[in-house]
C-alpha cells in the first residue's frame, strides 16, 4: 500500500515539474515574441506602456458603471494616446456616457467613437471577428509589401479598423492588402502619418 503511494505522489511531481518546465518555457516564447514586437513598434516604450494604462483604465471604468456594461458591449483600444472605442450601444445616451468615460482617462490625445448603435452582437459574430482579424494579421505579415509594417487590427463586426504610425504608401498599401481578405466589410484607416 505504502508503495503505491509512494508511486502515486512521484507521478505527481514528475507532473507538476513538467507543467512547471512548460509554463516556463511558453512564458520565455511569448516574452521573446513580445520583445521582437516590441522592436519593430514605432512607438516609443513609454507610449506602449502608456497605451496598456489608457485600456486598463477604460475597463475598470466601463466595468464599474453596471447599469451601461449590462446593456452594452464595448471594446478600447488605445495607441499612441488614440483611443478607438468599439462596440454597440442601444441608444445615443448610452454611447454619450461611454464616451464621457473615455473623455475622463489622462493621456488620451484623441478618441474614435465608433460605437455602432445596436444590441450588443453575438458571440458567433465576435468569434468571426477574432477569425477575420487572425486573417488580415497574417495577410499583412505575409505580404511582401506590408510585412515590416506594425499595424494594430481590431474587427467589429466585419469592419476592420487598422491603427499605427505609418507612411501613406505603408497606409494605401495595408488598406489594399486587408479590403482583399474574405469577411471584411468594410476598412477604416485610423492611422498616424510620419
Known amino acids: 500500500m505504502k508503495s503505491n503511494k509512494l508511486k502515486l505522489v512521484l507521478i505527481f511531481l514528475l507532473i507538476a515539474i513538467i507543467s512547471l518546465q512548460t509554463a516556463c518555457t511558453a512564458m520565455v516564447v511569448g516574452g521573446a515574441a513580445a520583445g521582437a514586437a516590441v522592436a519593430i513598434d514605432r512607438r516609443t516604450a513609454g507610449s506602449i506602456v502608456e497605451d496598456e494604462n489608457i485600456e486598463i483604465k477604460f475597463t475598470h471604468a466601463y466595468f464599474q458603471n453596471k447599469q451601461v456594461h449590462e446593456k452594452t458591449h464595448i471594446n478600447a483600444t488605445s495607441y499612441n494616446g488614440w483611443l478607438l472605442l468599439t462596440g454597440e450601444a442601444p441608444n445615443v445616451t448610452l454611447k454619450g456616457q461611454i464616451q464621457d468615460m473615455a ?3 489622462t493621456n488620451v490625445k484623441r478618441i474614435f467613437n465608433e460605437i455602432a448603435l445596436s444590441s450588443p452582437t453575438s458571440l458567433r459574430s465576435r468569434s468571426s471577428d477574432t477569425y477575420i482579424t487572425s486573417k ?31 507612411s501613406e504608401s505603408e497606409a494605401n498599401n495595408a488598406t ?3 479590403r482583399k481578405v474574405a469577411g471584411v466589410k468594410r476598412v477604416v484607416k485610423l492611422f498616424e502619418y510620419q
Open 103 to 105: 473623455s475622463n482617462i
Open 136 to 166: 488580415v494579421k497574417a495577410q499583412l505579415y505575409s505580404n511582401n509589401s506590408t510585412k515590416g509594417y506594425h499595424v494594430k487590427v481590431i474587427t467589429e463586426n466585419g469592419i476592420v479598423y487598422l491603427m499605427g504610425i505609418v
Open 176 to 178: 489594399e492588402v486587408v
